[in-house]
């Protein structure tokens, strides 16, 4: 990691403000007094965010945005193309990555840090919760606005900072930890690794930079994370899972409308049998149940109460795109969602249809990149089983060019085919509203999904529908 000197006369330009990760590294930084700005291409949430928190925000990229900085971090998504990465290399501006800089605001704090291929955000939350009622004030950088704070980002005061960590260009790796939350592991960010080995051996080194104080707490319900157990070098680790070999092992899953209930079997400090009974979440399905059990290991082990830990997690708000309902219309149940991959989408469904059983489910399905729908087409095909209806939207690239291999009509046929369930084609976003419009009834679940824009369509829904 290469250390920068900040100082408080700095004028830190980001590039890409808009990100959320991007976003929440400004507000920290503009909360510990340095004078930041930024840019981005479009207006959104977070660019709105930041400007509520009196940080300086440009639509657009120009050389003119960055005249007056000192210092520029850009987001990954930002190409070397860009006017003002191209002026800041011309004037000599230093340039940093948003994990240099992360890393080098949070040395001076003890870290807990998340990451994994899905999951990570609802984790890093979940422990956000549990550590602020025990008082402990952390600071909190996350990858998903947090409802209960109406943000993703928080400068505390406390000695402990609890950082989601984004795998998907390696940047993971730079970032100081004491404790170390690893969710899954899943065939994603290919694009940037080459192959899946490499993907597996940036995940062994990260379970291995964490320190024999602390501990590195794995998933063992996931297949991929029990291949490298034997790789990892290090003795701190600690399992979770349905698993019976777990060390903290869950059983006796309830699934309910507005939670889900369940038991937790541990070992203390003491190597002492300890058991959890009746842990309510609010929040559906097993994978949150997993995400639970990863925070609630965390939080035991510095030194949490049981009963602090039940009651943050029976009171636990949620975070903002997962599984959010925006609004209910004829018996009909709106709601939003962030899932973007085949392990995302079938956890989504699988947690809905155990509580929702007697209703019909609509996917608004909007895939995200054309290499991540090619190289897992079949994945996602056999992805809606749960799904009686998938309304199939137009890719949405993120700045990839579009591909020839991409046959849409084929992609929605192989849906119908693996999934077994009818699939509508949508040219463009005004035929949701269309199609819903004229075909829907009653006691339907409706979830749009996606990692591009139809957060923003699900909701203007609310008008047309």
């Not at 994370?225 to 019976?244: A, C, H, P, V």
């Not at 300890?274 to 149940?289: D, E, P, T």
């Not at 084929?410 to 699939?423: D, G, M, N, R, Y």
């Not at 679940?445 to 957060?455: D, E, K, N, P, Y």
Request: charged residues 25%.
């Amino acid at each position: 990691m290469q250390k920068i000197n900040l100082g408080q006369k700095e004028v830190i330009h980001f590039v890409g403000i808009g990100g959320i990760g991007m976003s929440g590294l400004a507000q920290i930084m503009k909360n510990m007094g340095f004078k930041v700005q930024g840019s981005d291409q479009n207006k959104n949430k977070n660019t709105i965010t930041c400007i509520k928190a009196g940080i300086k925000v440009f639509i657009g990229h120009s050389k003119k945005n960055v005249r007056n900085s000192t210092i520029l971090v850009r987001s990954s998504a930002i190409k070397n193309n860009n006017s003002e990465i191209k002026f800041a290399r011309l004037k000599k501006i230093p340039i940093y990555s948003r994990a240099d800089v992360l890393a080098d605001v949070v040395t001076l704090k003890k870290n807990i840090i998340i990451t994994g291929s899905h999951g990570k955000t609802t984790t890093t939350s979940l422990i956000a919760k549990i550590l602020s009622d025990q008082k402990l004030d952390p600071t909190i950088v996350n990858g998903g606005v947090i409802n209960s704070l109406n943000s993703n980002a928080k400068l505390g005061k406390g000695e402990w900072s609890i950082l989601e960590a984004d795998e998907s260009d390696g940047s993971f790796l730079k970032l100081p930890i004491n404790y170390s939350v690893v969710t899954n592991i899943d065939h994603e960010h290919i694009d940037f690794y080459k192959n899946y080995k490499n993907l597996e051996n940036s995940f062994v080194k990260f379970i291995e930079k964490t320190p024999p104080t602390g501990k590195s707490i794995l998933c063992k319900d996931n297949s991929n994370i029990k291949k490298i157990l034997n790789k990892i070098k290090n003795k701190n680790i600690i399992t979770y899972g349905e698993n019976k070999k777990s060390d903290y092992h869950i059983s006796n899953i309830r699934y309910k409308i507005d939670y889900s209930i369940f038991d937790l079997k541990y070992k203390d400090i003491k190597k002492k049998n300890r058991k959890i009974r009746n842990i309510q979440l609010k929040l559906l399905g097993k994978h949150n149940v997993l995400n639970a059990v990863a925070a609630i290991a965390v939080c035991l082990n510095l030194g949490v109460s049981q009963n602090i830990i039940k009651k943050s997690l029976s009171k636990f708000s949620g975070v903002q795109r997962r599984m959010t309902k925006i609004f209910s219309k004829n018996n009909n149940d709106f709601y939003d969602d962030y899932a973007h991959h085949p392990t995302e989408i079938r956890s989504i469904l699988e947690g809905v249809k155990n509580v929702y059983k007697d209703k019909e489910i609509i996917s608004v399905f909007e895939p995200h990149r054309y290499s991540r729908v090619l190289s897992l087409k079949k994945e996602f095909a056999k992805s809606f089983l749960n799904s009686n209806y998938v309304l199939l939207c137009p890719i949405y690239a993120a700045g990839e060019r579009p591909k020839l291999k991409y046959n849409n009509f084929e992609f929605a046929k192989l849906i119908a085919k693996l999934s077994k369930t009818q699939v509508i084609i949508i040219q463009n976003y005004s035929d949701i509203q269309k199609y819903l419009k004229k075909n829907l009834t009653n006691n339907k679940i409706i979830i749009g999904m996606g990692a591009g824009l139809i957060s923003k369509y699900m909701r203007e829904l609310k008008t047309f529908i």
